[in-house]
């Protein structure tokens, strides 16, 4: 940090802390054009930043650097190359502590992060995060809609929308990333965006089944026994028209002089 204050000509009394919020430097100075301006760093409570790591780093090993040193034509290539460029030294080797995982590779040498933290800083490429507020408003929006949706469609057509739904919000949350480094959540809003839908879908089907047997009772009571609905919803395979032989005994009545009545 002390280094960006001494490039961009930060005054140590035109820093502003505001953890949770921003490390303001005042009056900085472009090295190259001499334009003055504000530089708004934005911060978590522990005044920690999150890192725009650029694509590709250029890096040297120390035995390059005293080969060139011998080397005319090569020490010009190089002078050109780091001409007006800000260099960083740092120590790493295999079986040390100095390389380790960040969110775009799994073996990265951690000496590069100082540089990437000055680009950061110096090219104003900030990422935020828009925090928990703005991000349980997402949430909150995306389960409304998935309910209003469901009430107005079928379970097929509901699922196939949610699904273009949240493709639709992966693609906005990419677009936010990669054209403003604003971080928006994916997991909680997508996760609840399932869960919201499967449940949906579980209840729509609990309460149709269940609006079906009440059906079926209330229509058979009426001509068969109360038992037989019962069994009927007990083993829905015995109304299959196959057929069963069964050995059974049969008794007809009739009343005693009916006719004449």
Same mark, same amino acid.
């Given at each position: 940090?002390?280094?960006?204050?001494?490039?961009?000509?930060?005054?140590?009394?035109?820093?502003?802390?505001?953890?949770?919020?921003?490390?303001?430097?005042?009056?900085?100075?472009?090295?190259?054009?001499?334009?003055?301006?504000?530089?708004?760093?934005?911060?978590?409570?522990? @005044?920690?930043?999150?890192?725009?790591?650029?694509?590709?780093? +250029?890096?040297?090993? =120390?035995?390059? $650097? %005293?080969? #060139?040193?011998?080397?005319?034509?090569?020490?010009?290539?190089?002078?050109?190359?780091?001409?007006?460029?800000?260099?960083?030294?740092?120590?790493?080797?295999?079986?040390?502590?100095?390389?380790?995982?960040?969110?775009?590779?799994?073996?990265?040498?951690?000496?590069?992060?100082?540089?990437?933290?000055?680009?950061?800083?110096?090219?104003?490429?900030?990422?935020?995060?828009?925090?928990?507020?703005?991000?349980?408003?997402?949430?909150?929006?995306?389960?409304?809609?998935?309910?209003?949706?469901?009430?107005?469609?079928?379970?097929?057509?509901?699922?196939?929308?949610?699904?273009?739904?949240?493709?639709?919000?992966?693609? @906005?949350?990419?677009?936010?990333?990669?054209?403003?480094?604003? +971080?928006?959540?994916? =997991?909680?809003? $997508? %996760?609840? #965006?399932?869960?919201?839908?499967?449940?949906?879908?579980?209840?729509?089907?609990?309460?149709?089944?269940?609006?079906?047997?009440?059906?079926?009772?209330?229509?058979?009571?009426?001509?068969?026994?109360?038992?037989?609905?019962?069994?009927?919803?007990?083993?829905?395979?015995?109304?299959?028209?196959?057929?069963?032989?069964?050995?059974?005994?049969?008794?007809?009545?009739?009343?005693?002089?009916?006719?004449?009545?």
């Amino acid at each position: 940090f002390a280094s960006v204050l001494k490039i961009l000509n930060v005054a140590p009394e035109d820093v502003i802390i505001m953890p949770g919020k921003s490390i303001l430097l005042r009056n900085a100075t472009d090295p190259n054009t001499r334009e003055r301006f504000d530089i708004d760093i934005p911060v978590d409570d522990q @005044l920690q930043m999150l890192v725009n790591y650029p694509e590709n780093q +250029i890096g040297y090993s =120390f035995s390059d $650097v %005293l080969e #060139a040193e011998n080397n005319t034509e090569k020490f010009a290539d190089w002078q050109q190359d780091v001409q007006g460029r800000i260099c960083v030294i740092g120590y790493f080797s295999t079986g040390t502590g100095d390389i380790g995982p960040i969110p775009l590779q799994t073996s990265y040498f951690l000496a590069y992060i100082h540089s990437a933290i000055l680009n950061t800083i110096l090219t104003r490429n900030f990422l935020r995060d828009v925090g928990w507020p703005i991000n349980l408003v997402i949430t909150t929006t995306l389960l409304v809609l998935i309910s209003i949706l469901f009430s107005k469609l079928s379970p097929m057509r509901f699922t196939l929308v949610v699904m273009l739904i949240i493709i639709a919000y992966l693609a @906005l949350a990419n677009q936010a990333f990669q054209s403003s480094g604003v +971080i928006l959540a994916i =997991f909680h809003p $997508v %996760l609840t #965006a399932l869960l919201s839908a499967y449940s949906l879908i579980i209840l729509y089907w609990y309460t149709t089944e269940e609006r079906e047997r009440k059906y079926l009772r209330s229509a058979f009571k009426t001509y068969v026994s109360k038992q037989m609905p019962a069994q009927l919803l007990a083993k829905p395979e015995t109304l299959a028209p196959t057929g069963k032989r069964k050995a059974i005994s049969i008794m007809f009545s009739d009343v005693l002089k009916f006719s004449i009545l």
